[in-house]
């Protein structure tokens, strides 16, 4: 099992130019996340998919689109990127929690991004 | 708006020394308190809490839940060097989790 994969792990954008970040896991999750984290802060959600074919915003969803394209993969496009959006970002996945069951969220291993 | 938050944000301590990591939340609904530890990339999973009182324990790790006092506290002892890292505190729910900002932890030879 590879668990929850990213790519890329590093990208270097100018301003305005667009980007899809993908995350594929293998571990047949129903619920998928998409994170970013700036220095010193804890993570922040940008958008998650509980189960596939619905999509939600999170915390931070401006500047960001999302597709569940089936269970495995969960993408995430900056239209325009702006350096505000320079952030590691992170996916994770869960199994869709049933009652008394874990909670546990599997990480991927994250994309370094850089808006000039 | 559920929020998380962590105390201190940043600890410096020396190797074998106890420390104790805090987490505090005021969420609309709780349904589970989770611990993470983040080196160079991503969190790896320590504890999970859900009923007030019960320790979790692995290790030298353990972990407890406050439901009255609405907040979870993360205890290492004998710290080793390899202890130095991120800790994240987070509350999930089934939709969606919220994560403090973390703790920095430091533990010097």
């Known amino acids: 099992n590879a668990g929850v994969t990213q790519t890329p792990k590093f990208q270097v954008l100018k301003t305005g130019q667009s980007m899809t970040l993908q995350c594929a896991q293998d571990m047949n999750h129903n619920s998928m996340y998409w994170y970013r984290q700036d220095p010193g802060m804890g993570l922040r959600l940008i958008y998650y998919?509980?189960?596939?074919?619905?999509?939600d915003k999170g915390e931070v969803p401006n500047g960001y689109n999302v597709s569940r394209l089936n269970k495995r993969e969960f993408s995430l496009r900056l239209e325009s990127a702006a350096p505000s959006q320079t952030s590691v970002y992170f996916c994770a996945s869960r199994q869709l929690p049933e009652r008394g069951a874990y909670n546990e969220q599997f990480f991927g291993p994250g994309t370094r991004l850089t808006v000039l | 708006e559920d929020k998380v938050v962590q105390s201190p944000l940043s600890l410096v301590v020396h190797e074998g020394d106890t420390v104790t990591l805090n987490c505090s939340y005021e969420?609309?609904?709780?349904?589970?308190l989770l611990w993470y530890k983040q080196e160079k990339k991503a969190p790896t999973f320590l504890f999970m809490l859900t009923s007030s009182g019960i320790e979790k324990k692995s290790g030298r790790l353990s972990s407890i839940l406050d439901k009255k006092e609405l907040s979870s506290i993360l205890n290492i002892t004998a710290t080793q060097t390899g202890d130095s890292a991120i800790y994240l505190c987070a509350h999930t729910n089934a939709g969606k989790s919220t994560f403090g900002d973390g703790t920095t932890l430091t533990v010097k030879p």
């Open positions: 969420v609309t609904n709780f349904r589970s």
């Open positions: 998919s509980a189960s596939e074919g619905t999509t």
